[in-house]
Nanobody, 121 residues
Framework: QLQASGGGLVQAGGSLRLSCAASGLTYTGYAMAWFRQAPGKEREFVAVIRWSGTTYYTDSVKGRFTISRDNAERTVYLQMNSLKPEDTAVYYC?????????????????WGQGTQVTVSS
């Protein structure tokens, strides 16, 4: 399973660090990603990281968010800086079907329970 944590309420311009700990599933050699879902909207891709550490971000978070992974700890992180009200959503971590950097939710087989991020203006 994937256990996400670190969400909360923050003012615009602030920072949060999300964590996602993997247990009971194969973590080695797979891509890991963060998605988010705002009320009334579809789940959208945020960032992905390959086993090697190669990363890719959606345009709206480039330069503000950083995805990283500690393979020894089986944990993925999302450092979010310069947060905006439009970043408000439930954030989900996910493990891919492979080590490829995919952007669609259907390309991910395991999902965390989600952690709420609320950015006030």
């Amino acid at each position: 399973q994937l256990q996400a944590s670190g969400g909360g309420l923050v003012q615009a311009g602030g920072s949060l660090r999300l964590s996602c700990a993997a247990s009971g599933l194969t973590y080695t050699g797979y891509a890991m990603a963060w998605f988010r879902q705002a009320p009334g909207k579809e789940r959208e891709f945020v960032a992905v990281i390959r086993w090697s550490g190669t990363t890719y971000y959606t345009d709206s978070v480039k330069g503000r968010f950083t995805i990283s992974r500690d393979n020894a700890e089986r944990t993925v992180y999302l450092q979010m800086n310069s947060l905006k009200p439009e970043d408000t959503a439930v954030y989900y971590c996910a493990r891919g079907h492979s080590d490829l950097m995919k952007l669609g939710p259907r390309d991910y087989v395991y999902w965390g329970q989600g952690t709420q991020v609320t950015v006030s203006s």
